[in-house]
């Protein structure tokens, strides 16, 4: 080949090397990818570095440019373009001094240009607190000296080869200590980058995770608290359902973050934030999310503050966006990563410092090493050195003693690099047994993260996720045999649980939940499952072939409440309902399925305790009639549609009207006469009752001293109290202000009170009563001997009267063991000075009765049905 074509080759080689040098630098910065805080690694200044490195000063600036221009006009990373050119520029002018030293020329332009400059423009175009300037600083000074390294080594030992013609003539072989330098900070580099990239990652994971866990927490609790059945939730309908809402988001949603209800025109109608009502907000048009996995994003958003663009975390937030079922409008929360910087700075930091530490550790064992390794060889090298021209010089060699000895020293340095070895052999087998430690515990975090997500933390029984699964399980499986074997949803609703844990406490009322699912738990089996979805709520999943199955394993569930519960050695004697549903024909899916059961559950628990019912269509307007008397107790109340009737108490000796019982009663715009049964228990467990109980016990005091000051009959007014004023309620100062704003006298009011008062908190009870008392009012025990009454206590207590419950009244006088219970009864109360009121009496013959067993009052049907106010005068006259 001749000179002129081997030339012209060169040429072409030189030419498709610089040309393949620049587009990798510029498809490495199109292409870089995601580092630690939403920032970018590249490898583009590799390829710029080996440039100059190749094709001297010129070369390097021209790549340098061309790629800063590329991510200038098409990646906008105007930062680029400056800091790249001003880094090849001292680091080619710093290669004249250092020949060869990539990686020293860049890490002197770092340590005294780059670092204080990149610091200095960042912290211009970013106030204090909004970014980590340090943290972006450290990751770009250390995405160029991992690429100034690498391109060091790259320039060294790939083997571009001389006849390419690529290299320089002078190209200078490297030494030994070089070589162990290059390893010893590659291995560091590179392992540090993977660590610092997989915690990163598992740091992320855990955040995204913990959001997730606040986000179920936050959604189930406020959908809980507003009044969903099942997963039928939808958008507030009116002014009330909407300040119910907000008032849950209110009293459940953190500060921490942003809970907003968006409607169907992506207006905010509630939120924890009051600046965000009213706000348009349509997240997915606002800007970019990612996917992070179970209905969780996160934003992606870049930003251009001034010409120095810089894309990290500071902005960015999770979103979690549930819809509504009918599409009336969703819910949307926004965590912001901003909250979790100090859990993942705190990592991004200690693997910085790790870096430095490995890093001059590197540095100092490759010393070391190439001090007591090669030390005799360059003794050797330089005295061997020009060996013809010193032998014909006649000059002294200073070769070491003998060849064996230097033999002997090469074999003892071999044996200590054998040593070092070793000891990093042991290093790492210790490390590989940290990390199967580490992995040891990894596995257990997922098992209990598993164990968090689909069991129920309190119970121990699979929850809603879990049974979401199984559900769809058992339909692939009934579909399979085609339909033969059939799936079936019982639901299940332990009867007066919110009794029990407003009375006795929420950590009895756990320990009472814990103790029935061990009882449903006992009733698993292959066909059929148990899981809690939440509350005093459990369902029953279960595989059938003929419909008796179904009634035997609800009787199963309700027989295993037969025997009482005992706790703190209190027996406990509960019921439960249940509702049964059917796949398909009630339901063609599993919301449906939930939600039928759930509404064939409440017609069992209206019938009665204990009850199990099939759900049919015509429920429906059942449960819809609830759910209208529960939304408009708060209404009722603003407008007045309660109103009070009186039935009188006669005294047995006189037969003269000696007390009045002041009943409420509710007049429903739509709905007409709502009795009492019906809607009471709906405000105990809405809350509601609180309000009730104060006007009911305003307007009767009012009522009684209207009466007696138009001269009328003066008797006491008898008002029934909730248990929850004893324990959630200020009653003393209640009873206080009332009776000064009617002006009534305390002698002439009865509160009655029922048994499950004295359940709880039993000092703080006979505390509030002894004060009631000492301001002259009556206390009244309500339906005597039907609840958890403990005589121990009861005798404790300054109770002025117990009425007998109708259930003792009627049959009286047929039935010898109701007469010789109602016998006693009369007889412990007047033991213990107390009146007795029989309640229920619609007979003469009950009358008779109760007075030959010298009962105080008597109160019925008998004398008088509740009247009111207006007839109620002409008793009184």
Request: proline letters at 4%; glycine letters at 6%; charged letters at 20%.
């Given at each position: 080949m001749s000179p002129t074509t081997l030339t012209n080759r060169n040429?072409?080689?030189?030419?498709?090397?610089?040309?393949?040098?620049?587009?990798?630098?510029?498809?490495?910065?199109?292409?870089?990818?995601?580092?630690?805080?939403?920032?970018?690694?590249?490898?583009?200044?590799?390829?710029?570095?080996?440039?100059?490195?190749?094709?001297?000063?010129?070369?390097?600036?021209?790549?340098?440019v061309i790629t800063g221009l590329a991510g200038y006009l098409f990646m906008h990373h105007p930062l680029l373009l400056v800091i790249g050119v001003m880094e090849t520029l001292v680091v080619g002018l710093l290669l004249r001094r250092y020949s060869g030293k990539i990686l020293r020329s860049d890490a002197i332009f770092w340590a005294v240009i780059g670092i204080p400059y990149s610091y200095y423009i960042y912290s211009q175009q970013y106030p204090e607190g909004v970014v980590d300037i340090k943290l972006i600083v450290c990751i770009l000074a250390l995405n160029a000296i991992f690429n100034a390294l690498f391109a060091e080594i790259v320039y060294h030992y790939v083997l571009l080869g001389r006849s390419s013609g690529v290299a320089r003539t002078n190209r200078q072989p490297s030494s030994i200590s070089q070589l162990l330098l290059h390893f010893a900070l590659g291995i560091v580099m590179v392992s540090f980058l993977l660590n610092m990239l997989i915690n990163s990652a598992g740091s992320f994971k855990e955040v995204s995770l913990y959001v997730q866990s606040m986000v179920t927490i936050s959604t189930t609790t406020v959908k809980k608290e507003w009044g969903a059945v099942g997963d039928s939730l939808t958008a507030p309908k009116n002014d009330v359902q909407l300040r119910r809402l907000q008032f849950v988001i209110d009293r459940y949603a953190s500060d921490t973050y942003t809970f907003c209800f968006v409607g169907r025109d992506h207006k905010v109608v509630a939120s924890n934030h009051r600046?965000?009502?009213?706000?348009?907000?349509?997240?997915?048009?606002?800007?970019?999310?990612?996917?992070?996995?179970?209905?969780?994003?996160?934003?992606?958003?870049?930003?251009?503050?001034?010409?120095?663009?810089?894309?990290?975390?500071?902005?960015?937030?999770?979103?979690?966006?549930?819809?509504?079922?009918?599409?009336?409008?969703?819910?949307?929360?926004?965590?912001?990563?901003?909250?979790?910087?100090?859990?993942?700075?705190?990592?991004?930091?200690?693997?910085?410092?790790?870096?430095?530490?490995?890093?001059?550790a590197a540095i100092l064992v490759s010393m070391m090493i190439n001090r007591s390794f090669t030390k005799g060889l360059q003794r050797l090298a330089s005295s061997t050195r020009n060996l013809p021209l010193k032998l014909k010089q006649n000059?002294?060699?200073?070769?070491?003693?003998?060849?064996?000895?230097?033999?002997?020293?090469?074999?003892?340095?071999?044996?200590?690099?054998?040593?070092?070895?070793l000891h990093l052999f042991h290093e790492s087998q210790r490390n590989n047994e940290r990390l199967q430690a580490q992995a040891q515990l990894l596995q257990r975090s997922e098992e209990q993260l598993h164990q968090l997500a689909y069991y129920d933390m309190l119970t121990g029984?699979?929850?809603?996720?879990?049974?979401?699964?199984?559900?769809?399980?058992?339909?692939?499986?009934?579909e399979a045999a085609g339909k033969s074997i059939k799936v079936a949803v019982l639901f299940t609703d332990i009867n007066r649980f919110k009794q029990v844990n407003d009375t006795l406490g929420h950590a009895l009322g756990d320990q009472l939940l814990r103790m029935a699912a061990g009882r449903f738990q006992a009733l698993n089996s292959k066909s059929r499952s148990v899981f809690r979805l939440g509350g005093d709520e459990f369902v029953f999943l279960l595989l059938y072939r003929q419909e008796e199955e179904l009634a035997g394993c609800a009787e199963a569930i309700r027989d295993s409440f037969s025997v009482p519960f005992v706790i703190e050695g209190m027996p406990l004697y509960m019921t439960v309902s249940i509702g049964i549903s059917m796949y398909p024909q009630d339901g063609e899916d599993m919301n449906a399925i939930i939600r039928n059961a759930d509404i064939a559950m409440y017609n069992a628990k209206e019938e009665g305790d204990g009850y199990f019912r099939y759900y049919k269509p015509n429920l429906l307007p059942l449960i819809a009639e609830k759910m209208q008397l529960e939304n408009g107790l708060y209404k009722a109340l603003q407008e007045n549609q309660f109103y009070l009737q009186y039935q009188p108490k006669?005294?047995?000796?006189?037969?003269?009207?000696?007390?009045?019982?002041?009943?409420?009663?509710?007049?429903?715009?739509?709905?007409?006469?709502?009795?009492?049964?019906?809607?009471?228990?709906l405000a105990e467990e809405s809350g509601f009752?609180?309000?009730?109980?104060?006007?009911?016990?305003?307007?009767?005091?009012?009522?009684?001293?209207?009466?007696?000051?138009?001269?009328?009959?003066?008797?006491?007014?008898?008002?029934?109290?909730?248990?929850?004023?004893?324990?959630?309620?200020?009653?003393?100062?209640?009873?206080?202000?009332?009776?000064?704003?009617?002006?009534?006298?305390?002698?002439?009011?009865?509160?009655?009170?029922?048994?499950?008062?004295?359940?709880?908190?039993?000092?703080?009870?006979?505390?509030?009563?002894?004060?009631?008392?000492?301001?002259?009012?009556?206390?009244?025990?309500?339906?005597?001997?039907?609840?958890?009454?403990?005589?121990?206590?009861?005798?404790?207590?300054?109770?002025?009267?117990?009425?007998?419950?109708?259930?003792?009244?009627?049959?009286?006088?047929?039935?010898?063991?109701?007469?010789?219970?109602?016998?006693?009864?009369?007889?412990?109360?007047?033991?213990?000075?107390?009146?007795?009121?029989?309640?229920?009496?619609?007979?003469?013959?009950?009358?008779?009765?109760?007075?030959?067993?010298n009962c105080d009052?008597?109160?019925?049907?008998?004398?008088?049905?509740?009247?009111?106010?207006s007839d109620f005068e002409k008793l009184l006259a």
């Open positions: 040429h072409w080689l030189i030419i498709t090397t610089f040309t393949a040098c620049t587009l990798l630098a510029v498809v490495c910065e199109w292409k870089a990818f995601p580092f630690v805080y939403g920032m970018s690694f590249s490898l583009s200044s590799l390829f710029v570095l080996l440039s100059l490195r190749l094709y001297g000063l010129w070369g390097g600036l021209l790549t340098a600046g965000w009502i009213g706000r348009s907000f349509d997240p997915w048009q606002e800007r970019d999310y990612d996917y992070a996995g179970n209905s969780l994003y996160i934003s992606n958003s870049r930003e251009a503050e001034g010409r120095t663009e810089l894309y990290t975390w500071h902005k960015e937030h999770f979103l979690y966006v549930e819809e509504m079922k009918d599409g009336s409008g969703y819910f949307a929360l926004m965590f912001p990563i901003q909250a979790y910087y100090p859990y993942l700075f705190g990592k991004y930091y200690t693997h910085f410092l790790y870096l430095i530490g490995f890093a001059a000059n002294a060699l200073a070769i070491p003693d003998s060849h064996i000895v230097e033999f002997h020293s090469l074999i003892m340095n071999f044996k200590h690099m054998a040593g070092s070895l029984l699979p929850n809603r996720l879990q049974f979401n699964r199984h559900f769809q399980e058992l339909i692939a499986m009934s006669m005294s047995s000796v006189t037969g003269e009207l000696c007390g009045i019982e002041a009943l409420i009663r509710w007049n429903h715009p739509e709905l007409g006469f709502i009795p009492p049964d019906k809607f009471i228990p009752i609180m309000e009730i109980d104060r006007w009911v016990f305003r307007e009767a005091c009012r009522q009684n001293k209207a009466w007696q000051d138009a001269g009328l009959k003066r008797a006491s007014v008898s008002v029934n109290i909730s248990a929850r004023h004893f324990y959630q309620g200020n009653l003393k100062e209640m009873i206080t202000e009332e009776l000064q704003a009617t002006g009534l006298e305390p002698q002439y009011v009865s509160l009655e009170i029922t048994e499950g008062v004295f359940m709880r908190n039993i000092e703080k009870v006979i505390e509030t009563i002894q004060h009631l008392r000492g301001l002259g009012i009556q206390i009244s025990i309500d339906d005597f001997g039907t609840g958890y009454s403990s005589l121990s206590q009861l005798q404790r207590l300054p109770i002025s009267d117990v009425k007998l419950d109708r259930s003792f009244i009627r049959g009286i006088t047929i039935e010898d063991k109701r007469s010789s219970i109602v016998r006693a009864i009369i007889e412990l109360a007047h033991s213990m000075n107390m009146r007795v009121v029989a309640e229920g009496v619609e007979t003469p013959d009950e009358a008779d009765f109760c007075r030959n067993l009052e008597l109160q019925g049907y008998l004398f008088s049905r509740p009247l009111p106010a």
